[in-house]
């Protein structure tokens, strides 16, 4: 089974981008998934989770008001709305899915390769 | 909260045993604390979970362990393909992950 992202670019500050996070031969509608970034050579950031039937989320103090995590479990999929993107929102995105828990984050035990977002004027 | 892991870089020889020590600056319950592996150009890979437990396929020449505040990555005897980037993680509250540790050979 795997995670793979999608719907990374270039784009210039103040615009928009959606990604998604298509999930195949795993459990998937039962966990809470999370979005995790990591700009290149640098630590690891959680952006933002969403529990299993996505009436449930939460959201780093750096993303809050502009990013919007949500799931459709019918497609096994799960989608971030970047809005009003900044400089410092560069950088690489993985889908990460929880370990065993229902809620919105948990340990993480299956990631995606990661979409590379690059915000630039 | 905040992780502080230490030391930022680690030099060691294959067959060493490798420790890293991950600190919260607030307790955090040991059920919430987890350690990854990242290798370059790979995602992470979880380690252990729950302070103390190997994830599924992990060799048990990895343990963890610590509470409160203060947290503990052991690998007993370094193989080649351990030599990667370590990261702490704690999922109590909104996660936090601290700022790595590299295990270098040396």
């Known amino acids: 089974g795997q995670l793979v992202e999608s719907g990374g670019r270039a784009v210039r500050p103040g615009g928009s981008l959606r990604l998604s996070c298509a999930a195949s031969g795993i459990t998937f509608d039962v966990l809470g998934m999370s979005w995790v970034r990591q700009v290149p050579g640098k630590g690891l950031e959680w952006v933002s989770g969403v529990n299993w039937n996505g009436d449930s989320t939460d959201y780093a103090d750096s993303v809050k008001g502009r990013f919007t995590i949500s799931r459709d479990n019918a497609k096994k999929s799960l989608y971030l709305q970047m809005n009003s993107l900044r400089a410092e929102d560069t950088a690489l995105y993985h889908c990460?899915?929880?370990?065993?828990?229902?809620?919105?984050?948990?340990?993480?035990?299956?990631w995606g390769q990661g979409t590379m977002v690059t915000v630039s004027s | 909260i905040v992780l502080t892991q230490s030391p930022g870089t680690l030099s060691l020889s294959p067959g060493e045993r490798a420790t890293l020590s991950c600190r919260a600056s607030q307790g955090i319950s040991s059920s919430f604390f987890a350690w990854y592996q990242q290798k370059p150009g790979q995602a992470p890979r979880l380690l252990i979970y729950?302070?103390?437990n190997r994830a599924p396929g992990i060799p048990d020449r990895f343990s963890g362990s610590g509470s409160g505040s203060d947290f503990t990555l052991t690998i007993s005897r370094l193989e080649p393909e351990d030599f990667a980037v370590f990261y702490c993680?704690?999922?109590?509250?909104?996660?936090?992950f601290g700022q790595g540790t590299k295990v270098e050979v040396k």
């Open positions: 993680q704690q999922y109590g509250d909104s996660p936090t």
């Open positions: 729950g302070a103390s």
């Open positions: 990460a899915r929880n370990l065993a828990l229902a809620g919105t984050y948990d340990a993480f035990d299956l």
